[in-house]
T-cell receptor, first 111, second 114 residues
Framework: TQLLEQSPQFLSIQEGENLTVYCNSS?????LQWYRQEPGEGPVLLVT???GGEVKKLKRLTFQFGDARKDSSLHITAAQPGDTGLYLC???????????WGAGTKLIIKP | KAGVTQTPRYLIKTRGQQVTLSCSPI?????VSWYQQTPGQGLQFLFE???????NKGNFPGRFSGRQFSNSRSEMNVSTLELGDSALYLC?????????????FGPGTRLTVL
């Protein structure tokens, strides 16, 4: 059974600080997606990484896919209150016809 | 382009009742997936429909069922509700059925079972 473990489960920091959240698995994924979900809304795709070692930047957010395609990280620089939300990672593999989801990291940025 | 819509947004039921939730995908999207979301559990995959056919099913009991219509709208039904069915039910649509394709989510239906 493929699993994706996200850490930390909960993170509360002050505006302006940096943070990293992790998404780890013992399984290999062909691609990995990061979503952000705000209260009362469904998740919204932030980025998809497909190549081992790939780094993608989205303004202050930096996403990295591990060389072995088993893990990924999301780094936020100078966090802002607007970054508050639930961050979810989801992996796709050739052996599964549905995404495998992590449980999420709940992020709160205090002004 | 209108996003994914789900109705109703909130629902309160009692144990033993049944419920039907509705999802209208983005126009042109033929794949619709349903998820159950509970705190700390992430998104649990229920099933996926493509062109009116259920292509994949998650590990949920038979009380959970769904269907898709010719216009790609989808419904899911839960019979004999249990307290543990209280959750946010999310519907997601995508243009094609490849698993790595971006999924567009609706706002969800918040189901409370008393």
């Amino acid at each position: 059974t493929q699993l994706l473990e996200q850490s930390p489960q909960f993170l509360s920091i002050q505006e302006g600080e940096n943070l990293t959240v992790y998404c780890n698995s013992s399984s290999v994924f062909s691609s990995l997606q990061w979503y952000r979900q705000e209260p009362g809304e469904g998740p919204v795709l932030l980025v998809t990484v497909v190549t081992g070692g790939e780094v993608k930047k989205l303004k202050r957010l930096t996403f990295q896919f591990g060389d072995a395609r088993k893990d990924s990280s999301l780094h936020i620089t100078a966090a802002q209150p607007g970054d508050t939300g639930l961050y979810l990672c989801a992996g796709a593999s050739d052996s599964n016809y549905q995404l495998i989801w992590g449980a999420g990291t709940k992020l709160i940025i205090k002004p | 382009k209108a996003g994914v819509t789900q109705t109703p947004r909130y629902l309160i039921k009692t144990r033993g009742q049944q419920v039907t939730l509705s999802c209208s995908p983005i126009s042109g999207h033929r794949s619709v997936s349903w998820y159950q979301q509970t705190p700390g559990q992430g998104l649990q995959f229920l099933f996926e429909y493509f062109s009116e056919t259920q292509r994949n099913k998650g590990n949920f009991p038979g009380r959970f069922s769904g269907r898709q219509f010719s216009n790609s709208r989808s419904e899911m039904n839960v019979s004999t509700l249990e307290l543990g069915d209280s959750a946010l039910y999310l519907c997601a649509s995508s243009l094609v059925r490849e698993v790595e394709n971006e999924q567009f989510f609706g706002p969800g239906t918040r189901l409370t079972v008393l």
